[in-house]
């Protein structure tokens, strides 16, 4: 990581820091502990870059916060929710909530519903077609124009997610209506307080058997569905825009990324960049920096 951050190093290290370096929107700092901190508005992304390079078991082990799950939690009838698209340079933030009853978790499991972190895209697709007629859901998009209005006014990301989970959750919630579900589990991007304090100036807010966890997509099939379900509009939305803009549109925020960023400004301009991707990623100016080459 030193290595990576060389260019961008910073030579007023922190008592114990072994590194330090500051990009547009994000300080990084490595300690002797083997921790590193990020901070700033770029923060997360920055961190998330290298979250994807670990293998699963360097990872966290699932958390949860609001105690521990009920008992049972894996069999009870919730609703899930989870997003994509929150690293990636281009295409929407899309979040999913869906709704999974005890008795609807075999048919699931048969079709294939299962952590999506461990299949491709194409799996992905096949399974959420045949499973959406199936399940009560919502998916929400942030286009990448209103994302970018939103960052520009001072919202974060974690807002933008607080919003949207909250907003499909309500949704299904009506869908479902009369009936209830035993509880709503979203996998956890923030903590409790803090996404409720991005919920502060909704109309409606949902807080009745709300649970947090880390890594949910593992213990309901409710989240495992609902993330099936939001990748799968976030590869249409992504191919969609691809074909709009005729060249084929790279996942992540890696150096492949800012080669298609810049092909795209010297065809096309900024401004078509940024109406497809999220702007205040470090990688517009690594893009810009290419072009001016
Ligand atoms: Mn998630």
Known sequence: MKQTYLPFSNPKLPPGAVFAAKKPGVSITGYKSRKVMFQGVNGEVEAKKWVATLPESKTKAPSVSKGILPANF??????????????????????CAAYVDAEMMPLLKELGVKDSKAMKDPEICRIAEKIMPLVPHSVLLCPNPKYNELQKRGMNQGQMKALLHNRAIENVLK????????AILIDQFAEKNTYY???????????????FATKAEGLH??????SIIARYKF?????????????????????HVDAVAAEIIERFGLETLTKYTKQHFANTEKALKMVKK
């Open 235 to 255: 590869v249409q939305a992504f191919d969609a825009m691809s074909k709009e803009v005729g060249i084929p549109l790279p996942k992540g925020a890696g150096p």
């Open 175 to 182: 869908k479902l209506a009369p009936v209830k579900p035993e």
């Open 197 to 211: 304090r991005y919920l502060a100036k909704e109309p409606s807010i949902i807080r009745e058997d709300v649970f």
């Open 74 to 95: 894996a069999s009870k009838n919730v609703i899930g929710s989870d997003e994509v698209g929150t690293g990636d340079f281009f295409g929407p933030i899309t979040v």
């Open 221 to 226: 099939l409710s989240v495992a569905a609902a």
